[in-house]
């Protein structure tokens, strides 16, 4: 365990809430309470007709998708989901600021929502300016005329939406002082949050300075800009005071990003002897009220992914968005991944089932023996030797077992643009700043052994210092499995390039010239393509006479290229296990009819808790990759590769087909109870 770690286990970690400054201001929103409707009248609060900036998209996947209508952020005029920020109130204390929130007052006009994607496809638009509610929409891969093929297997999937629900909710402080913005945030990338803000408040970037305060898990939800940093910022830039925002529980659940929350429907054309020959698919995404990046971009993504990794050589999807009054879609640990091997490994097995092949053995014989691209653009390298590889190291011979199931996966990480880093020495010590933040993944672990192996420093003279626009200029961020990948590289490139400055100094490089030394070296280190990796999962599990699923064991054999640092691997592995698990059995944003949130607790929502964790055997196989310390992504491995194979295991030991997640006990019981 590092040392930064160790503060955190002892609690002298400095969160959000943990800042404290004279005279600081304590925000609260004013949210709507309808799914949709015109916003009147406000009266007590500041609100949209007073501050009337709008959100650019930010974060994962920003600027990947067709524009569309951005939120602002302060309700214009309408509402489109509930949880919408509407208004805002600030006080000395936060329970001064609850008082002000209460005695807020507004009229609305309500009007028909639009709750879901079966509503969004067939109702007028949510927005007047749009002709649909369609978001975006993708075409990939050439249409083909449908083979004459023996099997035509056809199925549809629907994922419900999660929330991250890290153990830290978001927040931020913010200060304006000589001009100049600063925001301390509990973030995933401080280079997002400065753009968003400069661009929303028209204020030019080098004016805003964005810093990471310790930042207690994320999983997606805090990559990006919210209305709140933008109200918080607003407000101290009004006030010459600090201003802090800290989401609430119930916050978080109506009003941050929501993951997952896709629906696709798949045709597989095959031979009886396994063999698939063309696969079509229709994919759609909830992406909620407003435009933001991701949600536009996500259909594509899943679409993109749908071939994993066999060697289908004809595929064609329709991937779109829909606008839907909910809160607008954003990334949750796997963001696409996940769903798109979801819908592909659940037709791998109906394809077993329909031919009486094994799971493995059906798996096997569309595996890759060469490197491939799929007709929709995914590259992968030959499947099949990891194929058999994964199932020796899992002990699984692919014969027909109750309460088992398999899968096997693509991890396909965000390599691109690359990174940004930072090595900086100062009194014997060397500070290292990285684009990709450690908000609980424990980076300084890799980094420290890393830097100590290519510099020869003792690991304790590394100091990794937080996020900080204004140490480091340029960077992107960390989501998609790609930190130890692109920061990592981006690090090594740092110190290469302080080594050689050192011998061109020296005339030889030795660390003690470093450490005596005034270092200071930036990079942005760019990278292009894909550098995907392999995984598989194996799953035991059985459902109770009262629909309960119980898992008994989950094993994984992943490609991580090469292991920077095999604790940390492996707490990731058993963490992403837990929450896909969690996904898989019970976790679930619930809307009404109405387009009202009906989970609204960490009950609600199905949380898995520790008591809930299952054994997990972690296999670890290193085939390095073409960066030069031959890292592949992982973090996000477990989320995309968990649900098939324990859906699979409850299918086996239920005689059941199972298609949409999650798997509720209450659905468990009564398709059981029914009988044959």
Known sequence: ??????????????????????????????????????????????????????????????????????????????????????????????????????????????????????????????????????????????????????????????IARVAANPLETRGAVARFESGRLTVDASTQSVFSVRAGLATALGLAPENVRVREADTGGAFGSKGSLYPEHVVAAYVAMKTGRPVKWVETRTEHLTSSR????????????????????????????????????????????????????????????????????????????????????????????????????????????????????????????????????????????????????????????AFGPGEGARLKVEAGQLHVWVGSHDHGQDHGGWLRGLLASELAVPEESIVLERGDTDALDRGVGTWGSRSAMVGAAAVLSAARKLRASIESEKGRYDARFLLEGHGDITVFEPQAGQSNALGANLVRALATPSGTIEVREVRAYYDVGRALNRSAIESQVVGGTLQAVGQTIGEEIDYDDAGQVRTMSLGDAGVASAVSAVPTVVGIAEHPSRLPHGAKGVGEAPTVGVPPALVRAVETDTGRHWTNLPLRAHDVYLRRSAGP
């Open 258 to 413: 929501h993951g997952r929350g896709a629906e696709a429907r798949l045709r597989l054309y095959a031979e009886r002897d396994g063999t698939i020959r063309a696969l079509e698919g229709d994919v759609s995404v909830d992406g909620g009220a407003y435009f933001a990046g991701l949600n536009a971009f996500t259909p594509r993504f899943i679409g993109f992914q749908l071939t994993g990794p066999y060697a289908i050589e004809r595929a064609h999807v329709r991937a779109r968005a829909f606008y839907t009054n909910r809160v607008p879609l954003g990334p949750y640990r796997g963001a696409g991944r996940p769903e798109a091997a979801y819908f592909l490994e659940r037709m791998l097995d109906r394809l077993a089932d329909e031919t009486g092949l094994d799971a493995l053995e059906v798996r096997r014989r569309n595996a890759t023996a060469a490197p491939f691209r799929s007709p929709l653009g995914l590259e992968v390298e030959a499947t099949r030797p990891f194929l058999e590889e994964a199932a020796s190291a899992l002990s699984y011979d692919g014969r027909p077992a109750p309460g088992v199931g398999f899968s096997f996966f693509v991890l396909v990480p």
């Open 1 to 158: 365990m590092s040392e930064r770690a160790r503060e955190f286990v002892r609690g002298r970690g400095r969160y959000v809430d943990d800042l404290r400054f004279p005279e600081m201001l304590h925000l609260r929103i004013v949210r709507s309470v309808y799914a949709r409707a015109r916003v009147l009248r406000v009266r007590g609060a500041i609100d949209g007709q007073e501050l009337k900036a709008t959100l650019p998209a930010s974060g994962e996947g920003a600027g990947a998708g067709p524009l569309g209508v951005s939120e602002p952020a302060l309700a214009q005029g309408e509402v489109q989901y509930v949880g919408q920020a509407v208004g805002a109130v600030v006080a000395p204390t936060v329970e001064r600021a609850e008082d002000l929130l209460a005695s807020v007052e507004v009229d609305y006009e309500p009007l028909t929502p639009v709750p879901d994607l079966r509503a969004a496809r067939s109702s007028p638009p949510i927005h007047a300016a749009l002709a649909s509610n369609v978001m975006a929409e993708y075409a990939l891969g050439p249409p083909f005329e449908p083979p004459t093929a023996p099997l035509v297997l056809e199925d549809e999937f629907r």
